[in-house]
């Protein structure tokens, strides 16, 4: 459990006009293993207060203290290494989740910091993340992440053995721009060395081998100087694999339970629901008229029906013949 000093000194907030009272900072820690001794709130204000004053002492010129009605407020200074590390202890609860999306040298921290929660046992216990029923994320080679992220945060380039989704393997020197996560998987965004593109593509982290240091890169190769990797991949639309296709007015119904919880995720911004039976609910939403959307829809098998466009009906309905036919062979 967290002494309670911790505690308090933790929940103080940088800003004056956040300030805390000790009646607050007792109400907020009431049930602190600290303050489940005392008998009254008398006695838990007391205590709290004792804290306070000690934290002014040990923290001399962190902690500041300021009249307000009838009893004083509190704040401290912002101390950006320890605001890190509580932060760090909060996400250690995502730790499988966060883990691939941080630098080299931050994933240690992460392991000491969840060693540390654990011992702790204050957070973790009372959390737990769900694994998919259907899917487990990909388990990464180690070797392969400490390379490819030190090219990252070096910014150089890196040599690899990289198999495609066709099953093909070849030795390729990539530069990478940064990293992308999409679902479970986590994809490099590099351009490979000698190519004539001049946009990165998408490599699998977890379609990599063999991975090696190489040079520098050099100025023209890398993420430009002026963007970011979101707005660079949010405007050739690289996280949504969409790349390439056609913006169009997407009309499905959607029957039974399928689609009640849709306006929790949207299709879109300008998503419309409309509710035509108990049974039966139709959605109207701009979308892109990708491979992605298709299995979307398919996912919910007779309870979806495309409406329009008239060429998405057709391509749903193709694509629904074919798995007919699939499933007639024995």
């Given at each position: 459990m967290e002494?309670?000093?911790?505690?308090?000194?933790r929940l103080l907030p940088t800003k004056a006009g956040q300030a805390l009272s000790v009646t607050a900072l007792r109400d907020r820690l009431e049930n602190h293993d600290a303050l489940l001794t005392c008998a009254t709130s008398k006695t838990k204000y007391q205590k709290v207060q004792r804290q306070l004053d000690k934290?002014?002492?040990?923290?001399?010129?962190?902690?500041?203290?300021?009249?307000?009605?009838?009893?004083?407020?509190?704040?401290?200074?912002?101390?950006?290494?320890?605001?890190?590390?509580?932060?760090?202890?909060?996400?250690?609860?995502?730790?499988?989740?966060?883990?691939?999306?941080?630098?080299?040298?931050?994933?240690?921290?992460?392991?000491?910091?969840?060693?540390?929660?654990?011992?702790?046992?204050?957070?973790?216990?009372?959390?737990?993340?769900?694994?998919?029923?259907?899917?487990?994320?990909?388990?990464l080679d180690p070797a392969v992440t400490s390379v490819v992220y030190q090219a990252i945060e070096e910014n150089r380039a890196f040599s690899c053995d990289y198999t495609t989704i066709k099953g093909k393997t070849r030795r390729v020197t990539l530069v990478p721009w940064g990293l992308m996560t999409k679902a479970e998987k986590v994809y490099v965004l590099a351009i490979e060395?000698?190519?004539?593109?001049?946009?990165?593509?998408?490599?699998?982290?977890?379609?990599?081998?063999?991975?090696?240091?190489?040079?520098?890169?050099?100025?023209?190769?890398?993420?430009p100087a002026d963007t970011d990797l979101r707005t660079y991949c949010e405007r050739h639309q690289i996280g949504s694999f969409a790349a390439g296709a056609a913006q169009i007015s997407l009309v499905v119904r959607f029957y039974g339970n399928a689609g009640?919880?849709?306006?929790?995720?949207?299709?879109?911004?300008?998503?419309?629901?409309?509710?035509?039976?108990?049974?039966?609910?139709?959605?109207?939403?701009?979308?892109?008229?990708?491979?992605?959307?298709?299995?979307?829809?398919?996912?919910?098998?007779?309870?979806?029906?495309?409406?329009?466009?008239?060429?998405?009906?057709?391509?749903?309905?193709?694509?629904?013949?074919?798995?007919?036919?699939?499933?007639?062979?024995?």
């Open positions: 002494q309670l000093i911790d505690a308090i000194y934290l002014e002492v040990d923290k001399a010129g962190k902690i500041f203290v300021e009249p307000y009605d009838k009893e004083n407020r509190y704040w401290k200074r912002c101390e950006p290494e320890t605001q890190l590390a509580n932060l760090l202890r909060q996400l250690s609860l995502l730790q499988d989740v966060i883990k691939q999306r941080l630098p080299a040298s931050l994933q240690q921290q992460l392991d000491d910091v969840m060693q540390m929660t654990a011992k702790k046992d204050h957070w973790l216990r009372k959390i737990y993340v769900a694994p998919s029923s259907v899917w487990q994320p990909p388990k060395r000698g190519s004539k593109k001049s946009a990165p593509v998408t490599y699998a982290l977890i379609s990599i081998r063999n991975a090696e240091l190489a040079g520098p890169k050099t100025i023209l190769e890398g993420l009640r919880n849709i306006k929790e995720t949207p299709l879109s911004d300008d998503m419309q629901v409309q509710e035509l039976s108990d049974d039966c609910r139709e959605v109207t939403a701009t979308v892109y008229n990708s491979v992605e959307l298709r299995k979307y829809l398919h996912g919910f098998g007779e309870q979806a029906e495309v409406i329009a466009p008239t060429e998405l009906r057709q391509h749903m309905r193709n694509e629904l013949h074919a798995a007919i036919k699939r499933y007639e062979k024995l």
